[in-house]
C-alpha cells in the first residue's frame, strides 16, 4: 500500500512568500517617508474656518451690555462663544446673520448649553437699535465698547470687516475666523467637531 507524503515548499515558493511578508512589512514605512520628504500636504484642511496661529486673547476691561450696564469680561468666560463684531448698529444684514448664528446654536441640540452667542458693537452703539435687536433675540450678549483705549484692543482681536464670524474658546481666545461667509453650515460642522472633542465642558 503506497504511503502518502506531505509536499515540502520549494526554495522559490518560500523566498517569494518572504519577499511578500517582507513588502507588506516595510511598504508603509516607504509611502509615509517619501511623502515627508516631497513635503506633501493634504488638498484640504478638516476646518471650514480660518485657524488663528496664534489664538488672541480678547481683552479683559471696557465692555457694556447694549443697554449701557457693565459688562464684566467674565460673563464671556466658561462657554464657547460664537460671536460676530459690527461697528455702531446691526442692520438687516447683521440681523439676517444673527438669525444665522440662531439656527446654528438650534442644531448644536444637546450641546446647545455649551454655546454662547454675542454681538459686539464697536464705536457710537445706537441704543435704540440695540434695544431692538435684544428683543429679537433675547438670549444673545450684546457686547459694546463706546470709546477710549479699550477701542483698539478689542479691534486687534477682532480685525474684521464685513460680517466675519469668530468662534472663541472657553479661556476666551480668539482661535477661529470666518472671513463672511455664505451660509454658516460650515461654522456648525467645526463647532460641532470641538464640542465634541474639547476637554473643557
Known sequence: MPTM????????????TLLLLATIFFLPFFISSGLFWLDWRPGKFAN??????PPRPLPETGLLHGDGRPLPSTELRGKWLLLMPV???????????????????????????????????????????LVQVQQRFPDLVIASVPS??????????LDGR?????????????MMRYAEPNDLRGVLKDLERLLKYSWIR
Open 87 to 129: 461697528q455702531d448698529v446691526c442692520n438687516a444684514s447683521c440681523q439676517t446673520r444673527l438669525q444665522q448664528m440662531l439656527q446654528v446654536h438650534v442644531a448644536l441640540n444637546k450641546e446647545q448649553s455649551r454655546l454662547q452667542r454675542v454681538l459686539f458693537v464697536g464705536g457710537a452703539a445706537d441704543t435704540a437699535n
Open 148 to 157: 477710549g483705549t479699550a477701542v483698539d484692543a478689542w479691534e486687534r482681536a
Open 48 to 53: 471650514h474656518g480660518d485657524l488663528l496661529q
Open 5 to 16: 507524503t506531505a509536499a515540502l515548499p520549494t526554495p522559490n515558493s518560500s523566498r517569494r
Open 162 to 174: 464685513g460680517h466675519p464670524i469668530y468662534i472663541v474658546d472657553p479661556l476666551g481666545n480668539v
